[in-house]
């Protein structure tokens, strides 16, 4: 098929490179000219897994390219994937869809033909309708233009993976055409066995708010069991295996930690909670409004742990290396991320502070300047008086402890994220600190 991914940001170019996988004639569209540029020199703007060798194939395969020119794309595809961004609103609550109507209203009036418009971006349930509404009657092909809601369930870090080979596909839609062309755009995943829910498309649209706000329940409840165990002396580690291997539970998603960050479950979870008092049903919006204050206190509940290993040492002077500063590991994305955060609230109580991260560098610097910065893991050390571990890399849990150590001092590590061995660190003389494992 023919297609146009419209919108070239963490979620777009990552679709717009897995569809020219799949074998689609694919071009891009995003209103930011340097970045398209690029994009067509085989040059991927953000970190993905995976993403960098996806791209710069297929730009030099000739099966996707770059545009700003949005009837280029239109007088091109046959099917229109829309990944624009919808942040949090200016009330902290509710999905700014400004970028998603805008990008309705710019290719609409070059539709002359019958063509499938397949909405990606998390929305406000009900959207999907009003778009609708306005592309049919902005387009010059009226009723023969279809709206299909195709929301994503992507994983940063993994986001070429889960496009390639998710676990499910959700199509909320009103006519045989649209399901006719999403069966025909994701034939090779579907052939795979991938199951396909085909559905109304207020049950598409509550489908994405529903799982990634579970995701924020799961991670907030953890996180409150661990804050549990620090009071009682309980090892937060024992109760997750204890918990994961219920088949009703399972592990995933059960880390405890300084929360979850990001540009989705934030933002999500917050819209959900919007979504459920919008609804008349209080009940649930008071129970999601409490996964969301877990997660806000995660940042008090970490420097508590921090002050708490320093042993009545001043935090203010100390010089702190934080290890991370992506919100998660397999991305350069630092939106709403909780190292950050935790770097922020050490910079206010006085220290110095130092990032280290393998990918984030550059973006972090560009949102938080007012840290020290470096990619070397050695050099991180150098003058430390406390590392804090606020992203679960893998980079900082196979790094060998004992080529760390650098100076006669005991080095001092506080694990946010509870994902190193306690051990190897212990063995190599370092005193080691995790959240929900108080004296482990």
């Not at 099917?79 to 961004?85: E, K, Q």
């Not at 559905?199 to 579970?214: C, V």
């Not at 907030?220 to 804050?227: E, G, L, M, P």
Request: aromatic share 4%.
């Amino acid at each position: 098929m023919r297609v146009s991914v419209i919108g070239c940001g963490h979620l777009g170019i990552p679709h717009a490179a897995a569809m020219a996988e799949l074998g689609h004639d694919v071009i891009g569209v995003d209103v930011d000219q340097a970045k398209v540029d690029r994009l067509n020199a085989g040059e991927c703007p953000i970190y993905e897994t995976g993403l960098p060798e996806l791209l710069a194939r297929h730009t030099t395969s000739g099966k996707l390219r770059f545009t700003t020119d949005i009837r280029e794309a239109a007088a091109f595809a046959e099917l229109h994937f829309i990944g624009v961004g919808t942040p949090i609103d200016a009330d902290g609550r509710s999905y700014d869809t400004g970028q998603v109507y805008g990008a309705i209203r710019q290719l609409a009036p070059h539709l002359d033909r019958p063509c499938t418009i397949v909405g990606k971006s998390t929305v406000t349930v009900g959207t999907t309708a009003q778009v609708t509404a306005l592309a049919q009657r902005l387009a010059p092909a009226g009723q023969a233009v279809d709206v299909v809601w195709n929301p994503e369930f992507l994983r940063e870090g993994h986001a070429v993976e889960d496009t390639l080979r998710p676990d499910r596909l959700i199509a909320g839609l009103t006519s045989a055409e649209g399901e006719k062309a999403i069966r025909a755009v994701y034939a090779p995943i579907l052939d795979a066995g991938v199951p396909l829910f085909v559905t109304d498309p207020a049950t598409a649209e509550l489908a994405k708010g529903a799982a990634n706000t579970f995701l924020g329940l799961k991670i907030s409840y953890i996180n409150a069991v661990a804050d549990m165990c620090e009071a009682a002396g309980g090892d937060i580690a024992q109760i997750v295996d204890i918990l994961g291997i219920d088949p009703r539970i399972g592990s995933g998603g059960m880390r405890p930690g300084i929360g979850y960050g990001g540009g989705c479950l934030p933002k999500d979870v917050r819209a959900f909670t919007a979504s459920a008092r919008h609804l008349g049903a209080d009940k649930a919006a008071t129970l999601l409004r409490a996964a969301e204050e877990i997660n806000e206190s995660r940042t008090d509940v970490a420097m508590r742990l921090i002050n708490s290993a320093l042993t009545g040492r001043p935090l203010k002077g100390a010089h702190v290396t934080v290890w991370g500063a992506a919100f998660k590991p397999g991305t350069n994305d630092v939106r709403e991320s909780p190292a950050l955060a935790l770097a922020h609230a050490l910079q206010q109580a006085g220290a110095t502070v130092t990032v280290h991260d393998p990918q984030a560098v550059d973006t972090a610097m560009i949102r938080n300047p007012e840290f020290d910065y470096t990619d070397d893991l050695s050099a991180s050390l150098d003058d430390a008086d406390l590392v804090v571990l606020a992203t679960e890399w893998p980079e900082y849990q196979q790094t060998n402890p004992v080529a760390l150590v650098k100076r006669p001092a005991t080095p001092l590590l506080v694990d946010c994220r509870t994902t190193l061995d306690p051990e190897p660190w212990r063995m190599a003389g370092w005193t080691l600190h995790q959240l929900g494992r108080p004296g482990k």
